[in-house]
């Protein structure tokens, strides 16, 4: 199971069987969805999505995935894995339509960064975003993440890869 991570306004721990229809709702909203993988899924697609949480990802402890609550709420998704598309960790976070504009989405990318950083212990995390999602690709430019290239896709789409490094701590001086 994923450590539970805090923020000054979210919370991020694992999924229950609970939340399987807010998670269907968020991933069903094309708001949303448009952005995460293919795009829009089916409702039984979601559902099936949901069931791998548990009997996959946390299952075989395969990687950390949340469910990204607010003052008790679920309000988004967001995880962190090893992918081949970008050759190392990737983060990927949704959140629902009604946590936009308040500055939660930077909240949530930066925790998910800070835990691949100091929990993890990677140099390196990714993040991949179609090249029409403005918001998030100037989100994740704020927070650290340069672009690194372009892939197209193949349906004709572009998607950014952009990376963030960390950042090694200096080295003091022995002089007096």
């Not at 996959?56 to 998704?77: C, Q, T």
């Not at 690194?148 to 002089?175: F, H, M, Y």
Request: glycine share 8%.
């Amino acid at each position: 199971m994923p450590p539970t991570l805090r923020t000054p306004r979210l919370l991020l721990d694992p999924y229950t069987p609970d939340d399987e229809e807010e998670f269907v709702a968020l991933f069903q909203d094309v708001r949303v969805s448009r952005w995460m993988g293919d795009g829009p899924s089916s409702e039984a697609d979601d559902r099936a999505l949901f069931g791998r949480i548990f009997s996959k990802v946390y299952a075989r402890d395969l990687f950390d995935v949340w469910a990204v609550r607010r003052e008790g709420r679920l309000v988004g998704h967001a995880e962190i894995k090893r992918t081949d598309a970008v050759d190392g960790h990737e983060i990927v976070y949704a959140l629902a339509p009604e946590a936009w504009g308040s500055g939660l989405g930077t909240e949530l990318a930066e925790a998910l960064l800070a835990h691949g950083f100091e929990t993890l212990g990677l140099t390196e995390v990714h993040a991949t975003v179609a090249a029409e999602n403005e918001a998030s690709l100037r989100l994740l430019g704020r927070i650290g993440f340069a672009h690194v290239r372009d892939v197209e896709e193949d349906d004709g789409g572009l998607t950014r890869v952009l990376t963030a490094c960390r950042t090694q701590p200096r080295a003091r001086s022995s002089r007096p």
